[in-house]
Each structure stands twice: as structure tokens, then as C-alpha cells.
């Protein structure tokens, strides 16, 4: 059973910026497409951005330009670089693999809000 294991959330000014990580616990990882998602109270989860595990990238127009996400596939670990925060960017941040899903992880709460 693969744990995922998100942190790094907290309430934050608009235009402020936060790091989360996403730390999981599968021998795998560095095989994986790893990706984030979120959920706003009210919403469906939705997809953010993901990686390969040759390092490409894709991002949510919604996101694109302000999110950066990168992996460190000794650490196991896949992080989200947000800047220039919007309060609609308020949510519940998880990760997962893309193409096979895991259990779902409890997931980092990011409040923007000044």
C-alpha cells in the first residue's frame, strides 16, 4: 500500500508564495508520472500540474507560469513551487500518480487570504 505523505501548506497574503512536498513512499517513484491536484470547498478535486518521470512538465492554464512542479527521485518526493498566490487558489493540495492512482493522501491545506 503506497503512502503519500503532503505537506507544507498554511495561510498566505495574496501574491505570497509556498513550497509543498509530497513524499511517497513506493520503491517505484522514479518510474512514476507524479502529479498535483486540489479541491476547493464545494468543487471537484482538480488536476494541477504533473511530471514524468523524465522530468516534462504540464500545468493547468489556471496555474501556468506561477506553479512550478519538480520531483527528487532519491527523496521520493515531488514538490509544488507556488507563486504569486490568488485567493482562488485556496484548496486542498494532494498528490498522486497520474496514470495509476493510489490511495489518496490527507492532502496540505494552502489559504490565501489577507
Known amino acids: 500500500q503506497v503512502q503519500l505523505v503532503e505537506s507544507g501548506g498554511g495561510l498566505v497574503q495574496p501574491g505570497g508564495s509556498l513550497r509543498l512536498s509530497c513524499a511517497a513512499s513506493?520503491?517505484?517513484?522514479?518510474?512514476?508520472?507524479m502529479g498535483w491536484y486540489r479541491q476547493a470547498p464545494g468543487k471537484p478535486r482538480e488536476w494541477v500540474a504533473s511530471?514524468?518521470?523524465?522530468?516534462?512538465?504540464n500545468y493547468a492554464d489556471s496555474v501556468k507560469g506561477r506553479f512550478t512542479i519538480s520531483r527528487d527521485n532519491a527523496k521520493r518526493t515531488v514538490y509544488l513551487q507556488m507563486n504569486s498566490l490568488k485567493p482562488e487558489d485556496t484548496a486542498v493540495y494532494y498528490c498522486?500518480?497520474?496514470?495509476?492512482?493510489?490511495?489518496w493522501g490527507q492532502g496540505t491545506q494552502v489559504t490565501v487570504s489577507s
Open positions: 498522486n500518480n497520474v496514470n495509476n492512482r493510489y490511495n
Open positions: 511530471i514524468t518521470n523524465g522530468g516534462a512538465t
Open positions: 513506493t520503491t517505484f517513484f522514479s518510474s512514476r508520472t
